[in-house]
C-alpha cells in the first residue's frame, strides 16, 4: 500500500494503536500487520523478539509503506532501539512514558509482557523525565492470552487482574502504565481493580500525536485517498470478533499472509 502508515504488533492489540492514529490522521491510510502466529513476544528471547520485529518491518516496507509504527511493547523495547529502518520508525514506549511522566503525582506502576518489564524500558524512560518518580513493575502474562481469547471484560480477568495489582496497590501507585497495547481492552477491569484514584496511562493518543507531527515535519502527509488493510499471520474469528469491536468496523479486508 503506498502512501500508507504500516503498523505491527504481535496480535490484535496494536488495533487500538490503528484507532487512535485514525482518529488523529483521518485521511492517512494504514497497513497492519497482526503477527498472531507468534505471540506473544513477551514470553520470547531479545533476540527472537528482534528477529522478528526485523522481519515484521521489511515485510511492510516492502508493501510499500511510508512510515512504521511499531505498536508493540515488547519489541518496541527489545528490538527497536538495535535496528536501523529505511522509513521513519515509531514505537510506543516513550510517549506512554512522557504522559505519565506528566500526570503521576509521584508514584507509577507499570504492568506490561515479561519481556517489557526485563528489559527496563518503560523505567529508565521515565527517570529521564522524572528523577522523583518511584517506579514498580509488574509482569502480567496471562493478559494477552485472555485478551485474544475475548475475555476482556469477564469475571475470570478481573480475578487475574486483582492478583497482579495487589503489589502495586499496596505500594500506593497513582498511575498506572499501560505496557501492552493489549491492555486498552481491560481498560474497564482494571479501572474497576485499581479505583478512581488511579490514573491508566494509554500511550495510543500519545503515539498518534508524535507519528502526526513526525509526518508533518517530513512533508509525508498523504497524497491518496484513505483506505486501511490488515494483514495477519494466523487469523481466527477472535482476530476478526476483537478487531471489528476496536476499530467499530468489521468490513476491512483481512489478507492471511507468511512472514518468515
Same mark, same amino acid.
Given at each position: 500500500? /503506498? ?9 490484535? *492489540? ?17 497497513? &497492519? ?17 528482534? %528477529? &522478528? ?53 509521584? %508514584?507509577?506502576?507499570? /504492568? ?9 524500558? &518503560? ?59 493489549? &491492555? ?16 491508566? /496511562? ?11 507531527? *513526525? ?20 487469523? *481466527? ?24
Amino acid at each position: 500500500m /503506498i502512501d500508507a502508515i504500516g503498523v505491527f504488533d504481535s496480535g490484535v *492489540g496494536g488495533l487500538t494503536v490503528v484507532s487512535a492514529l485514525r482518529r488523529r490522521l483521518p485521511n492517512e491510510s494504514i497497513l &497492519y500487520l497482526g503477527d498472531t502466529a507468534r505471540l506473544p513476544y513477551g514470553s520470547k528471547s531479545p533476540e527472537t523478539v528482534s %528477529r &522478528y520485529t526485523r522481519r515484521n518491518i521489511e515485510f511492510l516496507v516492502e508493501r510499500g509503506v511510508k512510515a512504521v509504527v511499531v505498536a508493540c511493547n515488547t519489541a518496541s523495547a527489545l528490538a527497536l532501539p538495535q535496528l536501523e529502518t529505511p522509513v521513519p520508525t515509531w514505537g510506543v514506549i516513550e510517549p506512554g512514558a512522557r504522559k505519565a511522566a506528566e500526570r503521576s503525582r509521584g %508514584r507509577v506502576g507499570i /504492568i506490561a509482557t515479561e519481556g517489557t518489564v526485563r528489559s527496563d524500558a &518503560y523505567p529508565t524512560a521515565l527517570r529521564a523525565l522524572r528523577r522523583d518518580l518511584a517506579i514498580l513493575s509488574q509482569p502480567c502474562p496471562l493478559f494477552v492470552p485472555l485478551v485474544e481469547e475475548g475475555w476482556h471484560d469477564d469475571p475470570v480477568t478481573e480475578e487475574v487482574a486483582a492478583r497482579y495489582l495487589k503489589p502495586l496497590l499496596e505500594a500506593g501507585i497513582d498511575t498506572l502504565v499501560l505496557g501492552c497495547t493489549h &491492555y486498552p481492552m481491560l481498560i474497564p477491569v482494571l479501572q474497576r481493580v485499581v479505583g478512581p484514584e488511579v490514573t491508566l /496511562i494509554d500511550s495510543a493518543e500519545a503515539v498518534a500525536e508524535m507519528v502526526a507531527a *513526525g509526518l508533518r515535519e517530513r512533508n509525508l502527509e498523504a497524497t491518496h485517498p484513505p483506505a486501511h488493510h490488515l494483514c495477519v499471520t494466523d487469523a *481466527g474469528e477472535s482476530f476478526q470478533r476483537l478487531a471489528g469491536r476496536i476499530l467499530g468496523d468489521a468490513s476491512l479486508p483481512l489478507e492471511w499472509v507468511e512472514v518468515t
